[in-house]
C-alpha cells in the first residue's frame, strides 16, 4: 500500500476484488504458469476503493496492486520501513508470502506510527554503573524512510482495518491502526498494530 500510494495511486482508486484471478503479468508467473490469485474462503468482494480492500484484505485486489507498482518496489518499501530480512521480487510478497521476524514487522509498523521517521529497534533504554552514572552508548538515528503525507496515508487506511474490516477484535477503545494477516488453514496468523506510543506484533 505504501508503495502504491508514493507511486502516485490514490487511496480512493477503485478496483474490482473477484474471488479468483489469473494474473497475466509474466513477472507473476512460474515458468509456464500464471498466478492464480483467491481471496480468503474464496469470497467475492466486489468493486472497492484501496481503504476498503485493506481492511477487507482483499488478495485479489492487491494481486492487482502489485503488478502496477512492481514486486521491486514493494521490496524497496519493505526495506525502508524497516524489514532487513532478504526479500525476492515476486508479486506474491503482497501477500506476505515471505518470512519476517515479528521484531521486523513491528519496527515497519512503528516507522508509519512516526509519520515515516526510522528509528531501528533497540534493547538497551540505559546503561548506569553501581554509582548512578550514566554510560553513554551508541544509539540508533532517526531516518525519513517514506514522507509523513504517505505514512499518515497508510495510517488512516489501517485504522479502518480495526474499525470496520478483519481487525474488529482488536478494537481497544480509542484510534488503533493495524492489520492482520493470515496463512491458508491459519497456519500462520498475525496482527500488527499501532497508537503513536507504541507499535507491536503478534
Known amino acids: 500500500l505504501a508503495a502504491a500510494l508514493e507511486h502516485g495511486i ?15 503479468d509474466e513477472r507473476c508467473s512460474t515458468g509456464t504458469e500464471l ?11 466486489g468493486t472497492m476503493n484501496l481503504i476498503d480492500a485493506t481492511a477487507n484484505s482483499v488478495n485479489t ?8 507498482v512492481g514486486p521491486d518496489a514493494v521490496v524497496r518499501m519493505a526495506h525502508r520501513l524497516g524489514i ?33 521517521v526510522r528509528r531501528d529497534p533497540q534493547a538497551i533504554q540505559s546503561i548506569v554503573t553501581a554509582d548512578g552514572k550514566k554510560v553513554p552508548f551508541k544509539q ?3 531516518a525519513v524512510a ?21 481487525g474488529t477484535g482488536a478494537a ?6 493495524g ?4 496463512a491458508e488453514n491459519y497456519v500462520d496468523a498475525w496482527f500488527c498494530g499501532y497508537v503513536p506510543q507504541l507499535a507491536t506484533c503478534v
Open 10 to 24: 490514490s487511496l480512493y482508486s477503485y478496483y474490482s476484488g473477484p474471488s479468483e484471478m489469473v494474473i497475466p
Open 35 to 45: 498466478w492464480d490469485v483467491h481471496n480468503n474462503a474464496d469470497e467475492a468482494e
Open 61 to 68: 485486489i492487491f494481486a492487482q496492486l502489485v503488478t502496477q
Open 84 to 116: 532487513e530480512s532478504d526479500l525476492k521480487p515476486f508479486c506474491s510478497i503482497t501477500l506476505g508470502t515471505q518470512p519476517v521476524s515479528p521484531l521486523e514487522m513491528t519496527a515497519a509498523y512503528a516507522t508509519l506510527a512516526g509519520h515515516g
Open 140 to 142: 540508533a538515528k532517526p
Open 146 to 166: 517514506v514522507s509523513r503525507q504517505i505514512a499518515d496515508e497508510v495510517t488512516y487506511a489501517l485504522e479502518a482495518v480495526t474499525q470496520k474490516g478483519t
Open 172 to 177: 481497544i477503545g480509542r484510534p488503533i491502526a
Open 179 to 182: 492489520k492482520t494477516g493470515t
